[in-house]
Nanobody
């Protein structure tokens, strides 16, 4: 079955960096776009970044442009989110999403930006 397992979250000070990873299995990873979403307490889930199946194109939410970078390794079935210059407003649970026909979500990883 399809599985997405996120890792790499944690507590970081403002201005710090984290790298999230998502391990995918159960589908042909290299054929589908992948995304990262996040959901802060009391807010709706929002799209953070998307990468095409080849990795040739990426898109970002305005709030993270220039600070976050999404990438993928199709040989390893992995997608990453490098987060730099983190701000307290980046605090959220971050989810990996696979754009397969029925869609699939990971369980999420908590990112907390606080001094």
């Amino acid at each position: 079955q399809v599985q997405l397992v996120e890792s790499g979250g944690g507590l970081v000070q403002p201005g710090g960096s984290l790298r999230l990873s998502c391990a995918a299995s159960g589908f042909t990873f290299s054929m589908y776009a992948m995304s990262w979403y996040r959901q802060a307490p009391g807010k709706e889930r929002e799209l953070v970044a998307t990468i095409t199946f080849t990795g040739g194109r990426t898109n970002y939410a305005d709030s993270v442009k220039g600070r976050f970078t999404i990438s993928r390794d199709n040989a390893k079935n992995m997608v990453y989110l490098q987060m730099n210059s983190l701000k307290p407003e980046d605090t959220a649970v971050y989810y990996c999403y696979a754009a397969i026909p029925r869609g699939s979500w990971g369980q999420g990883t908590q990112v907390t930006v606080s001094s």
